[in-house]
Each structure stands twice: as structure tokens, then as C-alpha cells.
């Protein structure tokens, strides 16, 4: 989907007059609270069920057409290392040592989390990101300049970037998002075997979730990564290890990111308007001080300081 | 600090005992950084220096707009005052001596005639004449020069001037004076018959340092530069 | 027929003085072989075939390629501390025209150049680094993405180098000694310097404000919601340094082309200078500390981290404020100068920490240098210096064109 300007201007309108009109009466709150889509999609990993079998990954790399790996996908090998995203995998399982029993080791599947406020989306200059109805988070290779700014910008380090391409692309985990619109389930969800990757309503898969937990108190931690963390993601996780333990960032807060950079773009249309009259005022008053100065030297009879 | 209230309440404390701390630090800090005043460069605002690239010969200005006394003194009529002539040390003058300490400078009212001497500079001791470069009428003495005597040395063309004069016979005493091409030429001269008297090349050095303190003199012969200046000034005394 | 030869004839004579400054092809030629363009050839021949590899293979060919750590040298040094580092133009704009201290107007040309020449090449650096430089234009013409800080960043650095473009103008036309169009670009020059810090006060910022959205990777030491602040502070006394070494450099290789006038003047106004900056760096000093009190960070100073921030703070602000009003105080110009490169190297310090080396400090493996980035940036530095120097050769800045007197502006 391609924003030009004039699309972006039409877009800032419609969501300025849809929200005026999907409150009627509701007097003028003063709080922000911003709630997406109610009927966007997501996906809840039960990381109790994952045996790394990687057939995620092999799904993946068909749907998107992606190059063959060198190390094929029933390889354990590469359990090896800590693996992230690359431009050739955007989704990877790694494997953990579990800390609640040594025989069954714990493995977690990365993928792009699809973030309800993307910070990705909002380091975007040139509006290449879209967090679509549908709830994917979609990468728009028309306008991508390369900048590398959503790399940064990603708590997850998921956005993966062609360094050996003269044209260079962007790669992440799109939800599958061609699939989806068809009715169709994400390519690792339907692969996988052990069904320990659910896909439905983000509403229905916190419900899920907290029937799970609340079925089996002892064998999941009673908490659902990703319902709050940085502002809540569309991609959820819920297991039977802390999940410190299993590769997660504990420490991300829950503040969307794109809030972290309000207060300074608030400051610059002030600035903007403030200078000028600011800027303007000291140039006229250092003229005046040397007019006066030039008057005083040259014995020149003039206005009183 | 289990609440972001209490988080708040304590580091704002500190951050604003930091920001009141630096305030009352600023004072005697802002004494510490400014109270030596340098002294202050002089405005180039009303920009009369005339020194430009192509009126430099060997490191002395000798702009083209102004007349030359052979005894080192110069005249320059202004756009905006036809009826008046501004008179000056030259350039080399000022080099020649260095730092002035004082100068005496004849009363308002008074006559000079060209060629005759019309201002004493004081310094190192002694006492120095100059001669006038035009006859005439003094109207105007420049004030600051009882105070900042040094202004001769740092803008001799400029805000260094001496005296505005009404002149009486001004296009005869024009042709008695040097300008342009001749008035390079004689400095020239000047600055060679300088230099046999001395060992030190002082053309560059002075470009490149300014104004020396003690003077092109002084340092050719500290005991007897009052004469190589009153010779160079053609004054007696 | 000799209508056409005296043509020829006359491009020929422009060509050979304003290029050739007057001298024959063959004794400019030989006038070019010194030392120092000796190896500047050398650092050419081996940087400027690595930059044609790096369109032809992609951006892996000359950085390290990390996909944890997006940002390399080109924008730790080309972006992030070269803007700091072009500060010069709008200070010394600000500081003569609108606060109308007027006997530093022999520095405001040369600063306004430094800063052109400074963004100029800060643009060079991005276009090495975007992954498509071809669409540089996007965010200003085809795609806005407004809620970025980035998009800030690119519309203003556009903006100021046609700013600096236009202060610089006036030197550009009265080596090309056209007299009409240069009086129009002096009459906007008050316009402009306004315009130039409005710029420069927000893109200065904006580019700490880039970090704000990398909490967790950038040290909390230096990740701090007063980023854009400290970036901006910092970057005033990294123009009044960077105005002080330009001129030391100048007046020192460059004699020849600066108005002998100056001389007399240039160590007051350095003093001047360096009494300004320290104020500059004290004022920073507090902020700094009080980045640390908002997050209550105090425990972090005692940590390998928290060694290099209070090496940073101390050896490299507060150590050349002292100095710089050591300097001043008695009346040491030498000291003032040497001062401005400790300063200047506190800022590239700084920023490097911030875009490279602190923003990936929990990373398990972070690496910083690749050979290749480093031949990479040395060699567009070196074609920064060659640029400037051939200005400077021969336009206007140190000294007045003989058929404009006074300087213009």
C-alpha cells in the first residue's frame, strides 16, 4: 500500500473525522487513550508446546519465497548459537536450557512482534511502515530509503537489512499478510505441529491465554508477554520458564515507544514560531544599542536611553 | 521507590538542588571568566580603515585615497566633509616609533602651516615633533586620543586620525604631497634606507606579529632611536 | 573569426584566474606537489575506488555489516559529529548580526564556509550510508513521515545547507565579481541568520532526540529525555572551538590569503572566543549532571561505563573550561587554542559514545571499527580539507576582494 503525500493528508483527515464521529455526545476527554483496532489479528505462541522442530522456519521460507539455507531445516545444529532474524530468516527458533527440568529444553520462536505502536513505524522519515487494520506491521519497499533508522528503533533488534545487495531491502515478518486477507492462517502457525502457535482475534488470544494459565497454574507463569510490554504487541507468548530465562527483555516498560519521542517533536513548532520574534527582538535591540552608542560618540543630540 | 510518584518527587528534588546549586556557582564563576576585561577589539562598524591586500608595500599600509608628508604625517579629504582635510600619522610612522604614550595636539582654533611643526608624541622619555602636512585652520582635535593615545598605533588611517583641519591653500599644498603609485615607491625607499640601518628584516616579522610595542626604532638602536626618528620625521626636535 | 578567438581567449583568462589563480598550467601543476598533497593523493587513490565498491557490492562491502548494530563510522562520524562540528556558520552569524558584536566580523565568512562546507559533507557521508542514496529526496518530496525525528533531521539539514549556501553567497559572487545579484544576497543575510538558528536550534537537537527511541540500547548514562538539550548546548561550543582551530590553521598555513589587518585583531577575538565557550561548558557540565539526577543514576558511575562518562565530563568538559578561563585570565592565546582541540575532541568522544559505542552496550558481541569504514571516512575528510582549502585559495574569506572594500554583509 503506497501513502503519497496526498494519500497521508487524506489518511490524517479521515482518522481526525472518523474519531470525532465514533463518539457522538462524549464530551471532550483531555486524556489520550488510543485502543487500535478492536478487531485486529494476532498470534499466541504457548512456548510449553514448541519442540523445535523448526517447521515454522521451513514454512516461512517457502511463503515468502525466501533462498534455501545452507543448513537445512531439520538440522539441530544451529541450536548451537543464539540465532536472530536475517534478511534470508524472519522468523528463527533458538533453544534454551530449561531451568525447571534439565530433560526438556525450551525453544522460542522470533519473529517480527507486530507492535501495536510501532516504534519501528515511528522512526520511519519517509512513512514506509503500516500497521495495517489487519494488525501486521508491513514494510513498503517503494519508499524505503535505507536509513536504517527502524533498526535502531526496534526494542526486538527484529528488522534485518541487506548490507550485501547494491538495492538493498528491509526484511521482517509481514503476518503473512497476503494470506491473512484471504482468510488463510500465517504460514508457521498452520505448519506447525504441536499447534503451539494460535492465530485469532489479539482480544480472543489474551482470553486464551488467561484460560490456559488459569487451567494449569503450574505449568505456565502466570504472565502474557507481550499484552503490555511497549504499549502491547499483536504477537503474544505465554511459558512455562521465567521468560528472562528464554531470551526475553523483561526490562522494555510498557510505554508505547513512539511516546518516548513526543515531548521533543512537540517542542519544535514552538520553536518554530517562538525564535523568530525572539531572534528578531535581539537584532533590533543590539541596532539600537550601537545607534545610541554612535550617537553618544559623535556628540550628536538624540532620543534619551 | 515503588511508585513512579515517589520516583519523581525524589529526583526532581535533586535535580532541581543541582540546577540551584550551578545558579549560585554562576556568580562568582561568571566573575572568574570575564573580570580580566582584554582589551576590546575596536568595532569595525564604521569601517574607515582603509587597508586593503593591494595597499600594502612590505608590510606598511599607504592606501591610495590619502597624501603623504615627506616628514611622515598625512592628509585625506572625506566624501561627506569636502571643506575639511583629516591629518594623521602614517602608517610607518607609527611603526617607526611603537607604543605612544601621549601626544600633544595643538588647541582648536589654531593655525598650522605645512611643513611646520605642529604636534609633539610623547613616549619612552622624549618628546617628538611632527609636521604638518597642510595649512590651515585646526577645527577638530580627536578626543579619544587623551585617553587611548595607543589608537594612533592600532588604526593610524582610521580611528587613529589627529586633527581635522579647514585648509586654506589646499590644491597647492596637494602638490607638495605624495599619493598613490609615488607614495608606494617612497615607502619603499623608506623602508630600504630603514633596513641598511638595521640587521633585522622588519618588513614581514611586523605583518605577521602587529604593531611591535617598542617600535622599528627602538629596536634598530635602543640608546639613539630618537634620532633615526626625528630623522625620518625631518624634525630638529 | 577573431570575434571567436578573442572568446576563447577571454574563457582562457577567466579560466586561468579564478582557477588557476593567475598561474600557468604548468606552474600550478608544479606548485601542487607538497607533502601534504602528496598524501592526500595517496589517501585519494586508495578511498575513492572503496566508495565506487560500495555501490557496486552493497553497504556490507566497506562496514561491519551488523544487523544488531545498524549504524556505522559514516553516521557516528559523517552525521553525528560532523554537524556538531559545522555549528560555526549560525553562532557566528548570531553572535555579529543579531547580537551585533561586531569586531568578530573577520570570523563570520570563514565560519559560515566551515559550516557549508561541514553539511556539505555530512551530506556526502549519508549518501555513502543510505541503503538507496538515490532516494534522498523522498521525505522532502514524495513520502512525509512526520512523527519521525528523523524526517526533522532531513528537511532542516536540506533547508540549512541552502541557508549556508545563501550566507556564503556574497563571497561566491565577489570572486565571480558580480556586483547586482550579490547586493540581492546581502540584503537577505539578517533573514537568513535568523532562519539559520531556528534550523540549527532544532536539527542540533533532533539528532539526540534519534536516541530517544533507543532506551533500552542506549547506557543510561547517556540516555537521557534532555538528549536533545545536551546535544544542542554541546554543539555551540563545539562551533566557538571549531572557529578558533579553523583560524589557528588558517592564519598559520594559509597567510597569505588572510587580510593582513587581521592579525592585529585575531588573538583578542580568540580570547573572546574561548571566554564564551567556557561558559558553554560549564552550563553543560550542570546539565550533564542533572541527565544523571532525572534517572537517578548516581549508582552507575561506579561502573567501566560510568569510568568513560566521568572522563567525558570531567577531562573533557570541565577540564577545558577551566582551561579556556585559565587562557583568558591570562591572556595566554596558546593556551586558548590548544584548549579548543581538548573541546572538540570531547565532542567527538561524546558523540561517538552515543551513536555507536554506548548504544550497543548490551549487546554480547558489539563491534565498532571495520578498516574499511575508517580508509572510507579519512578519505572524504581529506576531499572536506581539499575543498575548503581551494576556497579559501581563492574566494574572498579571510580577506577582502580588492573591488569590494568593507566585506560586504
Known amino acids: 500500500m503506497k501513502i503519497n503525500r496526498r494519500g497521508l493528508i487524506k489518511s490524517v483527515f479521515a482518522a481526525g473525522g472518523s474519531a470525532a464521529l465514533a463518539r457522538p455526545g462524549k464530551a471532550a476527554a483531555g486524556v489520550e487513550h488510543f485502543t487500535g483496532n478492536p478487531d485486529r489479528y494476532g498470534c499466541l505462541t504457548d512456548l510449553t508446546r514448541c519442540v523445535g522442530c523448526r517447521s515454522c522456519e521451513a514454512a516461512c521460507n517457502e511463503a515468502n519465497g525466501l533462498p534455501k539455507p545452507e543448513v537445512p531445516f531439520d538440522d539441530d545444529s544451529v541450536f548451537e548459537h543464539e540465532r536472530r532474524t536475517s534478511e534470508k530468516a524472519y522468523t528463527v527458533v533458538n533453544r534454551y536450557d530449561n531451568v525447571r527440568t534439565d530433560a526438556k529444553p525450551v525453544f522460542r520462536k522470533i519473529q517480527c512482534n507486530h507492535c501495536n505502536e510501532p516504534s519501528c513505524a515511528s522512526a520511519c522519515l519517509v512513512n514506509a511502515y503500516t500497521k495495517t487494520p489487519e494488525g501486521a506491521v508491513l514494510w513498503n519497499k517503494d519508499l524505503c530509503l535505507g536509513c536504517r533508522m527502524c533498526m535502531l528503533a526496534c526494542p526486538f533488534y527484529i528488522p534485518t537489512f541487506e548490507y550485501d545487495k547494491p538495492v538493498p531491502k528491509i526484511q521482517k515478518c509481514n503476518m503473512c499478510h497476503d494470506r491473512t486477507s484471504q482468510g488463510k492462517m500465517p504460514a508457521c502457525v498452520e505448519a506447525c505441529p504441536m499447534e503451539a502457535i494460535a492465530f485469532g482475534k489479539r482480544s480472543e488470544l489474551i482470553k486464551l491465554a488467561r484460560e490456559r494459565i488459569e487451567k494449569e497454574p503450574d505449568r505456565y507463569i502466570d504472565h502474557i508477554y507481550g499484552e503490555h510490554e511497549v504499549g502491547g504487541t499483536s504477537w503474544m507468548y505465554i511459558s512455562g520458564v521465567p521468560f528472562e530465562r528464554v531470551g526475553f527483555d523483561e526490562h522494555l516498560g510498557v510505554v508505547p515507544f513512539p511516546q518516548y519521542t513526543r515531548g521533543f517533536l512537540s517542542a519544535v513548532p514552538l520553536v518554530l514560531v517562538i525564535w523568530p520574534a525572539l531572534l528578531g527582538g535581539f537584532y533590533l535591540f543590539s541596532e539600537r544599542r550601537e545607534e545610541l552608542d554612535d550617537r553618544e560618540k559623535s556628540g550628536k543630540p538624540g532620543e534619551r536611553a | ?237 | ?409
Request: hydrophobic share 50%.
Open chain 2, 1 to 237: 521507590m515503588d511508585t513512579l510518584f515517589d520516583f519523581v518527587t525524589y529526583t526532581k528534588g535533586i535535580e532541581y538542588l543541582i540546577a540551584v546549586a550551578f545558579l549560585v556557582m554562576f556568580i562568582p564563576f561568571w566573575f572568574l571568566a570575564t573580570s580580566t576585561r582584554a582589551p576590546q577589539p575596536e568595532r569595525a562598524a564604521a569601517a574607515e580603515t582603509v587597508g586593503r591586500l593591494e595597499d600594502m608595500v612590505g608590510g606598511f599600509l599607504v592606501p591610495d585615497s590619502v597624501y603623504f608628508h615627506p616628514g611622515h604625517a598625512w592628509a585625506r579629504v572625506d566624501d561627506h566633509e569636502p571643506d575639511l582635510v583629516t591629518v594623521g600619522i602614517d602608517d610607518f610612522g607609527q611603526k617607526l616609533v611603537g607604543n605612544i604614550e601621549g601626544i600633544q595636539l595643538p588647541d582648536i582654533g589654531a593655525e598650522v602651516v605645512q611643513g611646520a611643526r605642529a604636534w609633539n608624541l610623547r613616549l619612552d622619555g622624549e618628546s617628538i615633533g611632527m609636521l604638518s602636512p597642510v595649512d590651515g585652520e585646526v577645527v577638530a582635535v580627536n578626543p579619544d586620543l587623551t585617553l587611548e593615545p595607543e589608537k594612533i598605533n592600532r588604526d593610524p588611517f582610521g580611528s587613529g586620525w589627529l586633527l581635522k583641519v579647514r585648509p586654506t591653500r589646499k590644491s597647492a599644498n596637494i602638490k607638495g604631497l605624495l599619493s598613490g603609485n609615488f607614495a608606494k615607491r617612497w615607502i619603499d625607499e623608506a623602508t630600504s634606507r630603514l633596513m641598511e640601518n638595521s640587521e633585522y628584516a622588519t618588513g614581514p616579522v611586523l605583518t605577521d606579529a602587529g604593531p611591535s610595542r617598542q617600535g622599528m626604532a627602538r629596536t634598530i638602536d635602543a640608546e639613539n632611536w630618537d634620532r633615526i626618528v626625528r630623522d625620518f620625521f625631518l624634525v630638529t626636535e
Open chain 3, 1 to 409: 573569426m577573431s570575434e571567436i578567438a578573442k572568446d576563447q581567449g577571454a574563457v582562457g583568462d577567466w579560466i586561468s584566474e579564478k582557477i588557476f589563480m593567475g598561474m600557468s598550467l604548468s606552474a600550478y601543476f608544479r606548485k601542487l606537489i607538497t607533502p601534504f598533497n602528496v598524501i592526500a593523493l595517496l589517501i585519494l587513490a586508495v578511498g575513492i575506488p572503496l566508495i565506487v565498491q560500495r555501490y557496486i557490492h552493497g553497504l556490507g562491502y566497506v562496514t561491519h555489516g551488523s544487523q544488531n548494530q545498524p549504524f556505522s563510522l559514516f553516521l557516528g562520524w559523517g552525521l553525528f559529529t560532523g554537524v556538531p562540528l559545522a555549528a560555526t556558520g549560525f553562532i557566528m552569524a548570531s553572535a555579529v548580526y543579531l547580537f551585533g558584536m561586531k569586531e568578530y566580523k573577520s570570523l563570520v565568512r570563514p565560519a559560515v564556509l566551515t559550516g557549508f562546507v561541514g553539511y556539505f559533507f555530512a551530506v556526502t557521508f549519508l549518501l555513502i550510508d543510505l541503503g538507496r542514496p538515490w532516494r534522498l529526496p523522498y521525505p522532502m518530496v514524495h513520502s512525509f513521515g512526520p512523527g519521525s525525528v528523523l524526517f526533522l533531521v532531513a528537511w532542516h539539514v536540506a533547508l540549512y545547507l541552502s541557508v549556508q549556501f545563501l550566507e556564503f553567497s556574497p563571497a561566491i559572487l565577489e570572486w565571480l565579481e558580480a556586483k547586482r545579484i550579490r547586493k540581492w544576497a546581502l540584503a537577505i543575510t539578517i533573514g537568513a541568520t535568523i532562519f539559520g538558528v531556528i534550523l540549527s536550534t532544532l536539527h542540533q537537537s533532533a539528532l539526540g532526540a534519534l536516541f530517544l527511541l533507543a532506551p533500552g540500547k542506549l547506557h543510561p548514562l547517556w540516555y537521557s529525555p534532555y538528549i536533545p538539550v545536551l546535544f544542542f548546548v554541546s554543539a555551540i561550543y563545539a562551533g566557538l572551538s571549531m572557529v578558533i582551530i579553523e583560524s589557528t590553521l588558517v592564519y598559520r598555513f594559509m597567510k597569505d590569503k588572510v587580510d593582513p589587518k587581521n592579525f592585529k585583531t585575531i588573538d583578542d577575538l580568540t580570547i573572546g572566543l574561548g571566554k564564551a565557550a567556557s561558559l558553554v561548558l560549564i552550563t553543560y557540565f550542570c546539565l550533564k549532571l542533572i541527565g544523571v539526577a532525572h534517572g537517578n543514576h548516581w549508582h552507575l558511575l561506579n561502573s567501566s561505563w560510568g569510568f568513560w562518562f566521568l572522563l567525558e565530563i570531567f577531562g573533557f568538559v570541565l577540564v577545558p573550561c577551566f582551561f579556556f578561563i585559565a587562557g583568558v585570565r591570562k591572556r595566554n592565546v596558546a593556551l586558548v587554542k590548544f584548549t579548543a582541540f581538548i573541546a572538540v575532541f570531547g565532542i567527538v568522544f561524546n558523540r561517538i559514545m552515543v551513536s555507536l559505542v554506548a548504544s550497543s552496550w548490551s549487546l554480547q558481541h558489539a563491534e565498532f571499527l571495520h578498516g574499511k569504514e575508517l580508509l572510507v571516512v579519512v578519505t572524504v575528510v581529506t576531499v572536506e580539507i581539499l575543498a575548503y582549502r581551494w576556497i579559501v585559495n581563492r574566494m574572498p574569506v579571510h580577506r577582502e576582494h580588492p573591488a569590494f572594500p568593507g566585506g560586504g554583509h
